[in-house]
């Protein structure tokens, strides 16, 4: 007999990342940052640098909370200081406030970060419905982007109907939706109990095993450094479309929504294309075809390379998964979660520090400069590590067995 309730976790919960990721101010907010508020580009990439370090620094402390505390409980903490901080950024006029605003975004980010799968998994478990959990991943992934793309296709139309204002309000409001649908999931119980050797020996052990194991430190480092490259894409998209003379409103969040769709179609290619290529050789190819949409944008005029920026963010979305399916398959279970943290963290940590470059880069030389710098570091992460990882990869031997997780 199944636990009452666990069987309604799963829409609640496509719900709950519907309400979370659908924030309508997503295509106008560095504009409304830069162009209303008088910030320059330089500071807003200052902040979101704190914010992604603050980011890697709550992780752990955030994943106590949901472990002790309820899962369901700390993505509805999470959603209610995410409400309170995007209100904060409605009227940010000053570099601290802006921070502020930031700087508990991290918190809610933190608290709802893995707290959300691991529901979903504990769920799967609880109603004997295990086995289905990467297709609910999947799914996940694919409704977040689709809640952002349809968030920015009407974005637009409302900020420039109204005022930008309205959209963060409005972003709030669906913040606190999430929320309140969090509290309406069911915490399942846990089915057993293992004896783990304690967070500082977990952390120490799965450091100890990434560096041991080659081919898992290469793989990483490649696609933690590169895809931060290639998304840095994110912190540049508005100011390319403003600089080409869109102006904000419906176009300005139509040509936004490509992005977003691109990225539901890399999630849902990496789950297909990964299974059946050579994770390193395909990871190197993405990446690659990543400097070379940044050198399109870099020396293309007017709109003429537009089509790179949704291609930029199908890559980050499809290496991510390829990346992951790789480290998973050669770390054993015991570690896995904390491993791929750390490829995470690697990623974060050279964003947080690509993020204000690439301001100070687009506030000083300009925009096509800014392209380049970010196009720099995915080509130096090949440079650096794809050589040993392919060959590392080639002499790692045939991948172990693993269960099979698809309908049979």
């Not at 998209?237 to 539901?264: C, D, H």
């Amino acid at each position: 007999m199944r636990p009452h309730g666990l069987d309604r976790n799963i829409p609640l919960l496509y719900l709950f990342l519907f309400f979370r990721d659908g924030q309508i101010w997503i295509p106008v907010w560095v504009v409304f940052l830069t162009v209303e508020r008088g910030f320059s580009l330089t500071e807003v990439t200052a902040a979101e640098g704190l914010f992604l370090l603050c980011l890697i620094a709550l992780e752990v402390p955030t994943g106590a909370v949901a472990d002790n505390w309820g899962r369901k409980w700390s993505l509805a903490l999470g959603a209610l200081v995410l409400a309170v901080a995007v209100l904060i950024f409605a009227f940010a006029e000053s570099f601290p406030v802006l921070l502020a605003s930031f700087l508990l975004w991290s918190l809610a980010s933190a608290l709802m970060s893995g707290a959300d799968m691991a529901l979903a998994y504990d769920t799967l478990v609880a109603i004997g419905r295990e086995r289905e959990y990467e297709r609910l991943a999947g799914r996940s992934v694919a409704l977040s982007f689709a809640a952002a793309a349809l968030a920015t296709l009407v974005g637009g139309a409302v900020a420039g109907l109204l005022d930008i204002r309205v959209t963060i309000f409005i972003g709030a409001g669906t913040c606190l939706l999430a929320a309140v649908t969090a509290v309406a999931l069911s915490e399942p119980r846990a089915v057993a109990h293992e004896r783990r050797p304690g967070l500082i020996s977990t952390v120490r052990l799965a450091f100890g095993e990434v560096w041991k194991v080659r081919d898992v430190r290469t793989v990483v480092l490649l696609a933690g450094v590169g895809v931060a490259g290639i998304e840095g894409v994110q912190y540049l998209t508005q100011p390319y479309l403003y600089a080409r003379g869109v102006e904000i409103g419906v176009l300005f969040s139509v040509l936004q929504v490509p992005m977003m769709v691109m990225g539901v179609v890399g999630g849902l290619l990496a789950a297909r294309v990964g299974q059946h290529a050579n994770g390193v050789r395909l990871l190197v190819a993405l990446l690659l075809a990543g400097i070379a949409s940044y050198a399109m944008l870099a020396v293309a005029p007017g709109l003429t390379a537009y089509a790179a920026l949704p291609l930029l963010m199908g890559l980050a979305a499809c290496v991510m998964p390829i990346a992951s399916g790789y480290v998973n398959r050669r770390i054993g279970p015991e570690r896995r979660a904390t491993v791929l943290s750390i490829q995470g963290m690697v990623q974060s940590l050279t964003l947080a520090g690509l993020a204000p470059a690439i301001g100070a880069v687009t506030d000083g030389p300009g925009l096509p400069w800014a392209f380049v710098a970010s196009g720099a570091v995915t080509a130096v992460a090949v440079a650096a590590f794809g050589p040993a990882a392919l060959a590392r990869a080639r002499n790692a031997g045939p991948r172990p067995s693993l269960p099979v997780f698809a309908d049979d």
